[in-house]
């Protein structure tokens, strides 16, 4: 069983700053992809940033710039940094974590599609306000 619990969430201003953690109970370092992810209300779920134990990273191209996705091996815990917060931002985020390999030996498929998770955390609520 894998488990993930993310915190860090809250309500900001335009152009604020959050950091979301995600706790994993597992090893994030070997033969694992982790990502963030986020949907808002009426809007499909999307991938906002994804790091494998190999060290790719992935970003969706409205994030990039401002979004910077990490990972400590030692504490098995998954962050991400939100800075210049949008209203766009609003949703909720949550840790997906996909275990490899895939049957042409990568870590996952894709970084930023959530078919290819198959563990996921509860979430947690952004929401950014003018």
């Known amino acids: 069983q894998v488990q993930l619990v993310e915190s860090g969430g809250g309500s900001v201003q335009t152009g604020g700053s959050l950091k979301l953690s995600c706790s994993a109970s597992?090893?994030?370092?070997?033969?694992?992809?982790m990502a963030w992810f986020r949907q808002a209300p009426g809007k499909e779920r999307e991938g906002v940033a994804g790091?494998?134990?190999?060290?790719?990273?992935n970003y969706t191209d409205s994030v990039k710039g401002r979004f910077t996705i990490s990972k400590d091996n030692a504490k098995r815990i998954l962050y991400l940094e939100m800075s210049n917060l949008k209203v766009g931002d609003t949703a909720m985020y949550y840790c997906?974590?996909?275990?490899?390999?895939?049957?042409?030996?990568?870590?996952?498929?894709?970084?930023?599609?959530?078919?290819?998770?198959?563990?996921w955390g509860q979430g947690t609520q952004v929401t950014v306000s003018s």
């Open positions: 997906a974590l996909a275990r490899g390999p895939t049957s042409n030996g990568g870590l996952c498929y894709s970084l930023l599609d959530p078919d290819g998770f198959s563990y």
């Open positions: 597992i090893n994030t370092a070997i033969r694992v992809c």
């Open positions: 790091i494998d134990s190999d060290g790719r990273l």
